[in-house]
């Protein structure tokens, strides 16, 4: 059980949510939760004019609502809003949407009622998750589409994933011991404001771009071994002389990875050969970068996910509510695009060296990785494979934060396509893990070459696990079940686990 202590959630408690892991307020949250919901009803007994409160929404903020009209007008702003469009959001993003939702409200800057948080918290604790579409947001005002079929589920309306299955909102409420909530002032506005399908999906994104940086050092190690490379490039020497703390990292990783190896202490005898091209030679620069990319997107993300961001926000000790932009999801959208990049180019260098696997007059082996080439293709289509998915991942990878569109009449004039940009990082991942399952498939067919020669323990512990399902290519077969195979080893993280190293992560 994830205690979810508003303000300080870690990124290992972010990521178990979203593996699952169920979660819950720390109590300590709930007299902070009470002071603002009473500060909104104090703001209300002034008559005061305050947005959200007794006001409409966006540039309907001039018209002022009556008090017995308030119950109504936080019941429409839900519906208006729900409004989305597109495939049911994954169920763990949504669950870590709420959590999220959940943190933000808890630490009494929004204006909601103990019993709005305690429905939210129930939901996430029972399993109950909102079907929520994809599309929607621009990530402006709050990711509002999403987060409104979220606030829609908890009165009673659209569905709910219950154990997989898709039920009516209110059914499934009844059958939990729920009952659908009755929105007070303030708090639908409140739920359905906020950056929080963005952060949601930008976090999931990062967690798999994690796993992929890491099973690219696998991959990128045992296509070092199959091409005889050297380790020189990986000399801590080179790399502290430039002093970038993921470039240091990745090295030793490399280095670790590849310590005891007969094929690389082979490399030193009668190797004409100078230099190893880049995608050899230049991992530690290109997959550090990724590295520090992916840390600094990390700190950008933690740092939204521990925040507050709807509007307007609450100050109970002054019972005041001051309009302002926390909504506005820029901090994501640019987080996303770093992610994006760093995901681009992981997948990028390891297909330059399936490239160079395939081609005997960089690697020294035979054409396409096959014994008899000409009668056999070998690996020269899944290299074609491989480099259409690269061009698919530079397509994508152009930065979602530097477009914007005006929406609502012009009142909301600017807006981050953050959750464009952290949605489209789960495809860019799938694409590049394809990549890794091919190059996989190609170290070990390379390492297989240089038999009885052995990689290192580590390396001869991935390519075992490989073997375990798919046997060297001897004739061309049907390839399609291998790279399956070989994806699900890099997509589980079993490729990672093989190895038992504690590779570098970012955090």
Known sequence: MITLVPGDVTYAQWHAIHAGAPARLDPASAPRIAASAAAVERILAKGEPVYGINTGFGKLAS?????????????????????????????????????????SLAQGASGVRPETVALLEAMLERGLTPVVPCQGSVGASGDLAPLSHMTAAMIGVGEIWVEGVRQPAAAALAAAGLAPLELGPKEGLALL??????????????????????????????????????????????????????????AAALRELMAGSAIRASHAIDDPRVQDPYCLRCQPQVMGAALDVLRQAATTLLTEANGVSDNPLIFAENDEALSGGNFHAEPVAFAADMIALAVCEIGSIAERRIAMLVDPALSGLPAFLTPHPGLNSGFMIPQVTAAALVSENKQMAYP???????????????????????????????????????????????????????????????????????????????FHPDMESANALVRSGALVAAVGQDLPGVA
């Open 193 to 250: 404001n906020g950056t929080q399908f963005s952060t949601a999906n930008a976090l999931a994104g990062l967690f798999a771009a994690e796993r992929l940086y890491r099973s690219a050092l696998v991959t990128g190690a045992l296509s070092t071994e199959a091409a005889k490379g050297s380790d020189t490039p990986f000399d801590p020497r080179i790399h502290a002389l430039r002093r970038h703390k993921g470039q240091i990292e990745t």
């Open 63 to 103: 018209v002022r609502i009556d008090d017995d009209q308030l119950a109504a007008l936080q019941r429409n702003i839900v519906l208006s809003h729900a409004s989305g469009t597109g495939e049911p959001s994954p169920v763990p993003v949504v669950r870590l949407m709420m959590a999220l939702k959940l943190a």
């Open 400 to 478: 979602a934060s530097v477009d914007s569109i005006p929406t609502s009449a012009n009142q909301e004039d600017h807006v981050s396509m953050a959750a464009h940009g952290a949605r489209r990082l789960a495809g860019m991942v799938a694409n590049a893990e394809a990549v890794l399952g091919i190059e996989l498939l190609a170290a070990a067919q390379g390492c297989e070459f240089h038999l009885p020669l052995a990689s290192s323990a580590a390396l001869e512990a991935a390519r075992a696990l490989l073997r375990a399902q798919v046997p060297a290519l001897d004739e061309d077969r049907h």
